[in-house]
């Protein structure tokens, strides 16, 4: 049974920094994707970050683009998402994600989840 756990998340002042962690476990899981979505109280969940399962090709949301870093460590099924100058906007529920295959950044497309892990900015 694959799992996927989220923790990291918490209360940060406005410019601060979090390191949100994904572990993973239950398969290998060679040509997977890792992506980190995002979800606001009624919003739609929004595409943050993703990576290809060795860590060669990382992809962004513009919003988040030079302040968040995207990384895994594939030897410990563990992905990582490093955030910076966090604004208020970026409050949300995070979500990691994994795919077999290309990089998507349409949540419908992934069919593996966390359970998610909160952040909130403070301003």
């Known amino acids: 049974q694959v799992q996927l756990v989220e923790s990291g998340g918490g209360l940060v002042q406005a410019g601060g920094s979090l390191r949100l962690s994904c572990a993973a476990s239950g398969r290998t899981f060679d040509n997977y994707v890792m992506a980190w979505f995002r979800q606001a109280p009624g919003l739609e969940r929004e595409f943050v970050a993703a990576t290809t399962w060795n860590g060669g090709r990382t992809y962004y949301a513009n919003s988040v683009k030079g302040r968040f870093t995207i990384s895994i460590d594939n030897t410990k099924n563990t992905g990582f998402l490093q955030m910076s100058s966090l604004e208020p906007e970026d409050t949300a529920e995070y979500y990691c994600?994994?795919?077999?295959?290309?990089?998507?950044?349409?949540?419908?497309?992934?069919?593996?989840w966390g359970q998610g892990t909160q952040v909130t900015v403070s301003s």
């Open positions: 994600a994994l795919r077999w295959g290309n990089v998507v950044d349409v949540a419908t497309m992934y069919y593996l």
